[in-house]
T-cell receptor, first 116, second 113 residues
């Protein structure tokens, strides 16, 4: 079990730049989630995929944010024209859903984004 | 919308002692799951224990157990025989008909040697 992998672990960028994060879920997991966690707070839901389909997006996901999961495997989260308020930990999680129900979500280490 | 409240920002416990972390939630759904996740510093979030709302029996995982009070919408975590490795941020989370988890704000647990 290789777990959920996220890359990079840390990203420092200047305000206004674009950034892209990658998440590789556990191989057999068909659901993939993105969360954002600010310091001292619990994670907040951003968006989720079942296979390659993006099925739900939070109001937190402004039009500067876009997520993809081509071929239902890895996912990318892109933030365009970054702002100071985008500084946070971005967490990816995956789970297996079957007709028998949904298994718990497994989280990656996260990508910490710092906007200068 | 569902909300999860953790009223204890910080807790401390002596090694080998027992500590209870509190969590309350608000929902109009009858079928849901509750979770406790542990997040050590700079490390990934790990599932500690989960409870299905339709089960009356409280979940137990080794030294970790829950007190699930459905009518009161309360879901506390008890850690017995606390170890130094238990030190972490603990998050209570809810999952209902929506696919995503709703988290509380967390409780920072310190274990004193």
């Amino acid at each position: 079990d290789t777990g959920v992998s996220q890359d990079p672990r840390h990203k420092i960028t200047k305000r206004g730049q674009n950034v892209t994060f990658r998440c590789d879920p556990i191989s057999e997991h068909n659901r993939l989630y993105w969360y954002r966690q600010t310091l001292g707070q619990g994670p907040e839901f951003l968006t989720y995929f079942q296979n390659e389909a993006q099925l739900e997006k939070s109001r937190l996901l402004s039009d500067r944010f876009s997520a993809e999961r081509p071929k239902g495997s890895f996912s990318t989260l892109e933030i365009q024209r970054t702002e100071q308020g985008d500084s946070a930990m971005y967490l990816c999680a995956s789970s297996l859903w079957t007709s028998k129900g949904n298994q718990p979500q497994h989280f990656g280490d996260g990508t910490r984004l710092s906007i200068l | 919308a569902q909300t999860v409240t953790q009223s204890q920002p910080e807790m401390s416990v002596q090694e080998a002692e027992t500590v209870t972390l509190s969590c309350t939630y608000d929902t109009s759904e009858s079928d849901y799951y509750l979770f406790w996740y542990k997040q050590p510093p700079s490390r990934q979030m790990i599932l500690v224990i989960r409870q299905e709302a339709y089960k009356q029996q409280n979940a137990t995982e080794n030294r970790f157990s829950v007190n699930f009070q459905k009518a009161a919408k309360s879901f506390s975590l008890k850690i017995s025989d606390s170890q130094l490795g238990d030190a972490a941020m603990y998050f209570c989370a809810y999952k209902g008909s929506a696919r995503q988890l709703t988290f509380g704000s967390g409780t920072q647990l310190t274990v004193l040697p």
